[in-house]
């Protein structure tokens, strides 16, 4: 039976399970070749403990670190689709939908702000 997120265990497992499945995924794959997943594990865990739990987090910027990645609405739309499915697929509640739709609204802003950037930026 599903339960709601309720704890960063739950987060972590979560975000283990969402990159899992990204790096199986043909269109998303090659995106993140070379990534050291356990380096940034705790990062992304802290982010979303941050937006679900309100947790306390460390200070960055977030989006900075994706400007350079050369990624297009498509890659936007397969990360959001694989962020819900995870979510309906291991959990069920107001936090679980809280994080769906927090994922949307992170993925139109990136989305968003990088074809801005580079379309007025285009050497970024």
Excluded: S
């Excluded at 960055?60 to 498509?74: A, E, M, P, S």
């Amino acid at each position: 039976m599903k339960t709601d997120i309720k704890n960063r265990a739950d987060i972590e497992h979560l975000v283990r399970t969402f990159y899992g499945k990204l790096l199986t995924d043909d269109i998303m794959a090659p995106h993140f070749e070379g990534i050291d997943f356990e380096h940034h594990f705790p990062r992304m865990i802290g982010f979303w403990a941050f937006v679900l739990l309100d947790e306390p987090m460390t200070t960055g910027n977030v989006f900075q670190k994706h400007i350079r990645l050369d990624v297009q609405d498509v890659h936007f739309e397969h990360w959001i689709e694989h962020f819900c499915a995870t979510v309906d697929d291991l959990f069920t509640g107001d936090v679980a939908e809280k994080a769906k739709q927090n994922a949307e609204t992170i993925g139109y802003t990136f989305k968003t702000k990088m074809k801005y950037l580079k379309n007025y930026y285009p050497k970024l």
